[in-house]
Protein backbone atom coordinates (compact mmCIF):
# COMPACT_ATOMS: atom_id res chain seq x y z
CA UNK A 1 0.00 0.00 0.00
CA UNK A 2 2.80 2.60 0.84
CA UNK A 3 4.10 2.26 -2.98
CA UNK A 4 0.61 2.95 -4.02
CA UNK A 5 0.45 5.90 -2.23
CA UNK A 6 3.79 6.86 -3.20
CA UNK A 7 3.08 6.61 -6.78
CA UNK A 8 -0.37 8.34 -6.41
CA UNK A 9 1.65 11.15 -5.08
CA UNK A 10 4.46 10.87 -7.92
CA UNK A 11 1.23 11.31 -10.23
CA UNK A 12 0.25 14.35 -8.69
CA UNK A 13 3.52 16.28 -8.68
CA UNK A 14 3.74 15.44 -12.58
CA UNK A 15 -0.09 16.23 -13.26
CA UNK A 16 0.69 19.69 -10.96
CA UNK A 17 3.84 20.97 -13.40
CA UNK A 18 1.35 20.64 -16.67
CA UNK A 19 0.89 23.82 -16.51
CA UNK A 20 -2.18 25.22 -18.64
CA UNK A 21 -1.35 28.81 -19.37
CA UNK A 22 2.15 28.07 -20.29
CA UNK A 23 0.93 25.67 -23.16
CA UNK A 24 -2.10 27.41 -24.36
CA UNK A 25 -0.15 31.01 -24.57
CA UNK A 26 3.01 28.30 -26.72
CA UNK A 27 0.39 27.20 -28.75
CA UNK A 28 -1.81 30.19 -29.39
CA UNK A 29 1.19 32.69 -29.97
CA UNK A 30 4.52 31.05 -29.75
CA UNK A 31 5.34 32.97 -26.94
CA UNK A 32 6.59 31.77 -23.17
CA UNK A 33 4.58 33.40 -20.96
CA UNK A 34 7.53 33.24 -18.42
CA UNK A 35 9.19 36.42 -20.55
CA UNK A 36 6.10 38.37 -20.59
CA UNK A 37 3.99 40.25 -17.89
CA UNK A 38 4.02 39.29 -14.17
CA UNK A 39 6.55 36.25 -15.83
CA UNK A 40 3.68 33.70 -13.93
CA UNK A 41 1.70 31.05 -15.83
CA UNK A 42 -1.30 31.47 -14.32
CA UNK A 43 -4.57 33.40 -15.69
CA UNK A 44 -3.83 36.57 -14.70
CA UNK A 45 -0.86 36.87 -16.70
CA UNK A 46 -2.44 34.71 -19.37
CA UNK A 47 -5.51 36.91 -19.66
CA UNK A 48 -3.15 39.76 -20.18
CA UNK A 49 -1.48 37.98 -23.83
CA UNK A 50 -4.66 36.23 -24.80
CA UNK A 51 -7.47 37.73 -22.80
CA UNK A 52 -10.39 36.70 -20.92
CA UNK A 53 -10.63 33.10 -22.76
CA UNK A 54 -6.97 32.52 -22.23
CA UNK A 55 -7.89 33.62 -18.57
CA UNK A 56 -11.15 31.07 -18.59
CA UNK A 57 -9.56 28.41 -20.40
CA UNK A 58 -6.19 28.71 -17.94
CA UNK A 59 -8.34 29.35 -14.76
CA UNK A 60 -10.28 26.15 -15.71
CA UNK A 61 -7.49 23.95 -16.56
CA UNK A 62 -5.09 24.41 -13.45
CA UNK A 63 -8.19 23.91 -11.14
CA UNK A 64 -9.20 20.48 -13.16
CA UNK A 65 -5.77 18.86 -12.72
CA UNK A 66 -5.94 19.57 -8.78
CA UNK A 67 -9.58 17.96 -9.23
CA UNK A 68 -8.32 15.23 -11.61
CA UNK A 69 -4.91 14.52 -8.55
CA UNK A 70 -7.10 13.82 -5.69
CA UNK A 71 -9.89 11.66 -8.11
CA UNK A 72 -7.50 9.50 -9.18
CA UNK A 73 -5.92 9.28 -5.41
CA UNK A 74 -9.23 7.90 -4.18
CA UNK A 75 -9.69 5.69 -6.96
CA UNK A 76 -6.78 3.63 -6.06
CA UNK A 77 -7.80 3.68 -2.90
CA UNK A 78 -4.98 5.08 -1.23
CA UNK A 79 -4.70 5.80 2.85
CA UNK A 80 -6.07 9.29 3.72
CA UNK A 81 -3.01 10.81 4.87
CA UNK A 82 -1.78 9.96 1.43
CA UNK A 83 -4.75 11.46 -0.21
CA UNK A 84 -3.86 14.63 2.46
CA UNK A 85 0.25 14.38 0.83
CA UNK A 86 -1.45 14.67 -2.86
CA UNK A 87 -3.22 17.81 -1.78
CA UNK A 88 0.35 19.11 -1.47
CA UNK A 89 1.66 17.55 -4.64
CA UNK A 90 -0.39 18.76 -7.36
CA UNK A 91 -0.02 22.47 -5.81
CA UNK A 92 4.15 21.76 -5.73
CA UNK A 93 4.32 20.31 -9.04
CA UNK A 94 2.19 23.27 -10.42
CA UNK A 95 4.61 25.69 -8.43
CA UNK A 96 7.80 24.02 -9.49
CA UNK A 97 7.29 21.99 -12.72
CA UNK A 98 9.78 19.84 -13.86
CA UNK A 99 9.25 20.35 -17.42
CA UNK A 100 9.35 24.19 -17.17
CA UNK A 101 12.84 24.35 -14.94
CA UNK A 102 11.01 24.68 -12.06
CA UNK A 103 9.67 28.13 -12.84
CA UNK A 104 5.65 27.49 -12.67
CA UNK A 105 2.90 29.60 -11.45
CA UNK A 106 1.71 30.25 -7.83
CA UNK A 107 -0.68 27.92 -6.81
CA UNK A 108 -4.19 29.41 -6.03
CA UNK A 109 -6.01 27.97 -8.92
CA UNK A 110 -4.90 24.18 -8.10
CA UNK A 111 -5.54 24.53 -5.29
CA UNK A 112 -9.03 25.44 -4.95
CA UNK A 113 -9.73 22.49 -7.17
CA UNK A 114 -7.62 20.02 -5.19
CA UNK A 115 -9.42 21.23 -2.17
CA UNK A 116 -12.85 21.13 -3.49
CA UNK A 117 -12.01 17.55 -4.67
CA UNK A 118 -10.84 17.17 -1.02
CA UNK A 119 -13.19 18.06 1.17
CA UNK A 120 -15.86 20.76 -0.36
CA UNK A 121 -16.25 22.29 2.80
CA UNK A 122 -13.00 23.70 2.97
CA UNK A 123 -13.18 24.85 -0.21
CA UNK A 124 -16.50 27.03 1.07
CA UNK A 125 -14.75 27.63 4.05
CA UNK A 126 -11.65 29.56 2.37
CA UNK A 127 -13.56 31.35 -0.14
CA UNK A 128 -15.71 32.31 3.22
CA UNK A 129 -12.64 33.41 4.70
CA UNK A 130 -11.51 35.12 1.24
CA UNK A 131 -14.67 37.52 1.70
CA UNK A 132 -14.40 38.17 5.29
CA UNK A 133 -11.18 38.94 5.22
CA UNK A 134 -11.54 41.64 2.03
CA UNK A 135 -13.12 43.79 4.49
CA UNK A 136 -9.91 44.06 6.55
CA UNK A 137 -7.89 44.35 3.71
CA UNK A 138 -8.23 45.33 0.02
CA UNK A 139 -7.59 42.78 -2.41
CA UNK A 140 -9.16 39.68 -3.35
CA UNK A 141 -5.58 38.44 -3.88
CA UNK A 142 -4.16 39.22 -0.54
CA UNK A 143 -7.41 38.29 1.00
CA UNK A 144 -7.25 35.22 -0.29
CA UNK A 145 -3.60 34.78 0.83
CA UNK A 146 -4.78 35.33 4.24
CA UNK A 147 -7.75 32.98 3.97
CA UNK A 148 -4.74 29.92 2.76
CA UNK A 149 -3.28 31.00 6.24
CA UNK A 150 -6.25 31.13 8.53
CA UNK A 151 -7.60 27.69 7.03
CA UNK A 152 -5.52 25.06 8.82
CA UNK A 153 -6.28 26.74 12.25
CA UNK A 154 -9.92 26.96 11.19
CA UNK A 155 -9.59 23.19 10.12
CA UNK A 156 -8.18 22.45 13.03
CA UNK A 157 -11.09 24.28 15.10
CA UNK A 158 -13.51 22.16 13.32
CA UNK A 159 -11.67 18.87 14.56
CA UNK A 160 -10.46 17.75 11.16
CA UNK A 161 -7.92 14.65 10.50
CA UNK A 162 -4.45 16.15 11.68
CA UNK A 163 -2.59 14.74 8.41
CA UNK A 164 -5.45 17.34 6.67
CA UNK A 165 -4.34 20.11 9.00
CA UNK A 166 -0.88 19.48 8.38
CA UNK A 167 -1.65 19.39 4.45
CA UNK A 168 -3.28 22.62 4.64
CA UNK A 169 -0.81 24.18 6.31
CA UNK A 170 2.06 22.78 3.76
CA UNK A 171 -0.29 23.75 0.81
CA UNK A 172 -0.49 27.37 2.22
CA UNK A 173 3.33 27.81 3.31
CA UNK A 174 4.28 27.07 -0.41
CA UNK A 175 2.03 29.25 -1.68
CA UNK A 176 2.84 32.17 0.56
CA UNK A 177 6.03 31.61 -0.67
CA UNK A 178 5.12 31.73 -4.10
CA UNK A 179 3.69 34.53 -3.60
CA UNK A 180 6.55 36.40 -1.44
CA UNK A 181 7.16 39.25 -3.95
CA UNK A 182 3.56 40.30 -3.40
CA UNK A 183 3.26 40.06 0.06
CA UNK A 184 6.67 42.14 0.23
CA UNK A 185 5.52 44.67 -1.83
CA UNK A 186 2.03 44.77 0.14
CA UNK A 187 3.73 45.43 3.03
CA UNK A 188 6.11 47.81 1.64
CA UNK A 189 3.03 50.06 0.58
CA UNK A 190 1.78 49.89 4.03
CA UNK A 191 4.64 50.69 5.88
CA UNK A 192 5.72 54.01 6.58
CA UNK A 193 8.99 54.85 4.91
CA UNK A 194 11.74 56.25 6.26
CA UNK A 195 13.00 59.35 5.44
CA UNK A 196 16.57 59.57 3.61
Not at 55 to 78: H, M, N, P, Q, W
Not at 94 to 122: C, F, K, M, V
Not at 127 to 151: H, K
Not at 174 to 191: D, G, K, N, P, S
Request: charged share 15%.
Amino acid sequence: MAGRDAICILIAYLLGGVCTGYYVVRLKSGLDIREHGSGGVGARNVGRILGKPGFVVTLLGDSLKGVVAILLARKFEISEAAVALVVVAVIAGHIWPLPLQLRGGRGIATAIGAYLAYDPYLALLLLGLTVVLMAFRRGFILSGLAAFLVLPAAAFALNRPGHTVAALAGASVIILFAHRERIRQAFTEVLPQKEA
